[in-house]
């Protein structure tokens, strides 16, 4: 995890309160900052057959699609 940087501070407050617009009301008490994870690894975990490494770049190109 590292710190968002100042330039990209506002980009990460649009899409966090875009997801979760409740943050907006959480009390400053609480000082909260944004962070943003450092990916260098991911595993897709099967219940049956162990697990599969997926590429960072495979993963962060993928596109949601509603269940």
Known sequence: MV???PE???FAKQAMFSRHPVI???PRSYE?????M???HIWLQ???GGVSTIA???YLKAVPSKA
């Open 56 to 58: 960072v770049e495979e």
């Open 24 to 26: 907006r009301k959480w």
């Open 32 to 36: 909260w900052f944004f962070m943003k």
């Open 46 to 48: 099967s219940w049956y």
């Open 8 to 10: 990209e501070t506002e």
């Open 3 to 5: 710190t968002v940087p």
């Open 38 to 40: 450092n990916i260098e």
